[in-house]
């Protein structure tokens, strides 16, 4: 069997779009810099295209001293062009206590100027947060920012290539937000996998990830439809040995060892 990285990508601003890599440093929060940043509610709960599904269009950027922001598309509710946010983003504000799904977690608010770029592309009020303290994975001993409950999300090509098999109208990977996209595994290949490795690098695939109705948005437009959760519904249910019921797609992932990943770069199936 011979397996190989095809995409790399990461996610500096949770639940805005992707960037695609050629090559990504992995540290043991997942690919440097993904969910550095969120944006929160005045009660600091996390915002996410589950509500505000235009911030697909958020095209973010990070370098490690500036986020840069731009958009895709018609974002703004009101005409005319919007300046793409520049911000040099800061760990020396006011530390706030928000939340990811109910969990407690810190952020350094990035200032009015970013919380009011935001409010005004997006239409809701919200600020600018940068990820700052620890926060554990749900099981298997890691740690991440902003991500939902893991640090990596390893999909498959062959895996959605089945699933458009059953659709009317194909879809592209960027529903499902991977970090790390293979090929070689077989559809649905990744379900049977625990240990990977790519070069020095060896991740533990933890838990299979329930997808939610972020899916159903089309992460070029931010228009809303019913697939691909409708068509996965009807042989993608699964209930995890945790108690977690939901539609299944990909694996959530762990670093065991660190360095760099290339896309290109021979995967071994190692358990």
């Known amino acids: ?39 929160v509610r005045p009660d600091g709960r996390h915002l996410s295209q589950r509500e505000v599904p235009r911030m697909a269009l958020l095209r973010p950027s990070y370098d490690g001293v500036k986020l840069t922001v731009e958009l895709a598309g018609d974002v703004a509710p009101s005409a005319g062009d919007v300046t793409p946010l520049a911000h040099a983003a800061h760990s020396d504000g006011p530390v706030v206590d928000v939340t990811v799904h109910g969990k407690p977690c810190q952020g350094v608010d990035q200032g009015d100027e970013a919380a009011d770029w935001f409010t005004d592309v997006l239409g809701r009020e ?34 959605l290539d089945e699933l458009n098999s059953r659709l009317d109208e194909p879809l592209p990977m960027n529903r499902f937000r991977p970090s790390i996209v293979v090929e070689g595994l077989g559809a649905w290949g ?17 838990k299979p990830c329930t997808r939610c109705v972020i899916t159903t948005t089309d992460q070029e437009t931010a228009v809303k439809a019913r697939e691909p959760l409708r068509t996965l519904a009807t042989y993608r249910t699964r209930t995890l040995p945790d108690g977690d019921r939901g539609v299944v797609f990909g694996q959530n992932a762990i670093p065991r060892t660190l360095g760099t990943i290339t896309v290109g770069d021979t995967v071994t199936i190692e358990a």
């Open 126 to 159: 919200c600020r600018l947060m940068r990820f700052t303290g620890r926060r554990p994975t749900s099981v298997g001993g890691g740690t991440v920012a902003y991500a939902d409950g893991y640090p990596l999300l390893v999909t498959s090509v062959e895996s």
């Open 1 to 39: 069997m011979s397996v190989v990285v095809r995409e790399l990508n990461v996610y500096p601003l949770k639940s805005g779009g992707g960037t695609p890599l050629s090559s990504a440093e992995l540290l043991p929060e997942g690919f440097r810099h993904d969910r550095a940043f969120m944006l």
């Open 190 to 206: 990744e379900d049977s996998v625990r240990l990977l490795r790519v070069g020095d690098v060896e991740l533990e695939l933890v």
